[in-house]
T-cell receptor, first 109, second 114 residues
Framework: QKEVEQNSGPLSVPEGAIASLNCTYS??????FFWYRQYSGKSPELIMS????GDKEDGRFTAQLNKASQYVSLLIRDSQPSDSATYLC?????????FGTGTSLTVIP | EAQVTQNPRYLITVTGKKLTVTCSQN?????MSWYRQDPGLGLRQIYY???????DKGDVPEGYKVSRKEKRNFPLILESPSPNQTSLYFC?????????????FGSGTRLTVV
């Protein structure tokens, strides 16, 4: 069983819509949760971190964590073409990070 | 500018020829790590280091070596590269309180072993 699972997509949304990205993790001992954005050919860039149940908002981004369901999500409001990228979910357990394979998002103008 | 610097960006080498990929960070981060990224497999941790002279294996350490003699540097060594080590490699660093800060990644090294 993979540590972190994401739907690889591709996910396509029209400009201005809400994009919803989902992630599940297998180990209940996971402590911290992160969303990274990776443009094609570039390195991952941290956009959100969350470690308590509930919602965390930062601008157009909202991360949601449900530890009972072992589920993390990222909502992107008012999606822009510049949001088109691969979004990586990551979890931290002990001294290691585990990454999902990423969800490819395309925002259509 | 706060950054993680990897070199080289691109490298083509032949099977068995030892190589080193350098990684340096200027943020005084204690924690440094190497990942490889392959299509369909995502980012997989090779080695990590909690601080100077402290290194540990990640999920895919076979065929790799690392050292941490100084806080800012964390080179990745391939003693005898093989074609299955062809991949995109990322160095990353963070403060030990990883929950708050997450990683800063280097720009990546695309390695091809022929």
């Amino acid at each position: 069983q993979k540590e972190v699972e994401q739907n690889s997509g591709p996910l396509s949304v029209p400009e201005g819509a809400i994009a919803s990205l989902n992630c599940t993790y297998s180990d209940r001992g996971s402590q911290s949760f992160f969303w990274y954005r990776q443009y094609s050919g570039k390195s991952p860039e941290l956009i959100m971190s969350i470690y308590s149940n509930g919602d965390k908002e930062d601008g157009r981004f909202t991360a949601q964590l449900n530890k009972a369901s072992q589920y993390v999500s990222l909502l992107i409001r008012d999606s822009q073409p510049s949001d088109s990228a691969t979004y990586l979910c990551a979890v931290n357990r002990g001294n290691q990070f585990y990454f999902g394979t990423g969800t490819s998002l395309t925002v259509i103008p | 500018e706060a950054q993680v610097t990897q070199n080289p960006r691109y490298l083509i080498t032949v099977t068995g020829k030892k190589l080193t990929v350098t990684c340096s960070q200027n943020m005084n981060h204690e924690y440094m790590s190497w990942y490889r990224q392959d299509p369909g497999l995502g980012l997989r941790q090779i080695y990590y280091s909690m601080n100077v002279e402290v290194t540990d294996k990640g999920d895919v350490p076979e065929g790799y070596k690392v050292s941490r003699k100084e806080k800012r540097n964390f080179p990745l060594i391939l003693e005898s590269p093989s074609p299955n080590q062809t991949s995109l490699y990322f160095c990353a660093s963070s403060f030990r309180d990883r929950a708050a800060y997450g990683y800063t990644f280097g720009s990546g090294t695309r390695l091809t072993v022929v």
